[in-house]
């Protein structure tokens, strides 16, 4: 599920920009004889204050930002295909008189009116049916997304200066669900839970039956953890980033490991929250496992505090698990450790316009 832009007509070529808070990621790939393969991948950062909670607030840093990623990759196509938080995009599950998909094409316009709290032509909408009407009650389960266009085209308008063609937004928990498709196969009757934990968003997916059934964005990420560590040893924002991810050294490691700890509670108490919320509404499944990925969740012992505290097998993405590594003048190690920052990514690099 996707909100396709323009069809691509000619080339099938894109490239996936995974555009987040701390930095962005390009991958571009192809459908080989042996199963999907990556054959570009990079990422550059972002200053903290170019994109603040997914808004864009320095668009010309972005624009310069991806403008260089893409020299450096030497990236031919200008079709892009790239993804909008869950923070800006309103997605719900919702009951609709039972349609096919195409007569629910014609008439979403007024079927989702009353669940969006704007006009529903300021935003763009698509759906997925969940299920069929079953019990015969003229009805049946819709996922409804909706994005407000102004956040779309604040999106694309930085796209399009960078020179390139955005052919699909999509949505990163959809982003994820497809990466997941391609490298984990779907086991009947599970439950499963994809958490990415990025800079400043952590998103939640729950997963039944291969389908997303439920989303929520968190406002935080990896960004608490850095901003906890500069104020309990009032260093700078950039000192307590280099402290956290290992790359400075510091003595106060009681003051670090506590302000770790502090953030990690919190955060997987958001995470257990929102998963008994979804659990709430009349589940007789469990979740079976709940994997992890996005830069945040690096963090030194979240994945098993996580695991500690929602009684939940906890397992790190891995985005590349079936999908050759074919990378010129990269190792197959060196892609590897990229591995945390490219689940949105890899799903963006499968996507094709008019896909579903
Ligand atoms: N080794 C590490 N240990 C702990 N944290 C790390 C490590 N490496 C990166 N991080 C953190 O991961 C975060 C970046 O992750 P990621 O690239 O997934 O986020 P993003 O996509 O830029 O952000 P968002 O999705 O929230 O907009 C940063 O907060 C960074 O400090
Ligand atoms: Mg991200």
Redesign the pocket.
């Known amino acids: 599920m996707a909100l396709s832009l323009s069809e691509i007509f000619g080339s099938k070529e894109t490239v996936a920009l995974?555009?987040?808070?701390?930095?962005i990621?390009l991958v571009q790939m192809s459908m080989g004889k042996q199963g999907w393969q990556i054959q570009r991948i990079g990422?550059k950062e972002?200053p903290p204050d170019a994109?603040v909670d997914?808004s864009i607030i320095d668009s010309l840093t972005v624009i310069n930002t991806i403008k260089e990623i893409l020299k450096e990759e030497n990236i031919k196509t200008k079709y892009t295909v790239s993804a909008l938080?869950g923070h800006y995009v309103i997605i719900k599950k919702v009951t609709f008189p039972a349609a096919t998909e195409d007569e629910l094409a014609e008439s979403i316009q007024w079927e989702a009116e009353q669940y969006i709290p704007f006009p529903v032509t300021e935003v763009n909408l698509d759906f997925q049916i969940l299920g069929v009407d079953s019990e015969g009650r003229g009805q049946m389960d819709v996922m409804l997304v909706a994005v407000k266009k102004d956040v779309i085209s604040d999106y694309t308008s930085v796209l399009t200066e960078a020179g390139l063609t955005p052919v699909v937004v999509d949505v990163?928990a959809f982003a994820l669900e497809n990466m997941m498709e391609i490298n984990y196969p779907v086991v009947s009757g599970e439950m499963i839970a994809v958490v990415?934990?990025?800079?400043?968003?952590?998103?939640l997916t729950v997963i039944v039956d291969g389908v997303t059934t439920f989303t929520r964005s968190i406002p935080m990420?990896?960004?608490q953890?850095?901003e906890e560590i500069q104020r309990e040893l009032g260093v700078s924002f950039h000192e307590a980033?280099s402290i956290?991810?290992?790359a400075k050294s510091s003595d106060k490691s009681a003051e670090i490991a506590s302000a770790i700890d502090l953030v990690s509670n919190n955060l997987i108490m958001d995470v257990k929250r929102s998963l008994d919320f979804f659990l709430a509404g009349g589940h007789d499944l469990n979740v079976n496992k709940i994997y992890v990925?996005?830069?945040?969740?690096?963090?030194?012992g979240l994945n098993e505090l996580m695991q500690e505290k929602t009684s939940i097998p906890v397992e790190p993405i891995d985005p590349f698990k079936n999908v050759d590594l074919a990378v010129k003048g990269m190792s197959g190690d060196e892609i590897k450790k990229l591995s945390?920052?490219f689940?949105?990514g890899v799903g963006l690099g499968i996507r094709r316009s008019g896909d579903r």
Do not use: Q
């Open positions: 995974d555009i987040g808070s701390s930095s990621k990422m972002l994109i997914g938080t990163d990415n934990i990025g800079a400043s968003i952590t998103s990420g990896g960004n953890f850095t980033e956290k991810v290992g990925s996005g830069g945040g969740s690096l963090i030194e945390t920052f689940g949105v």
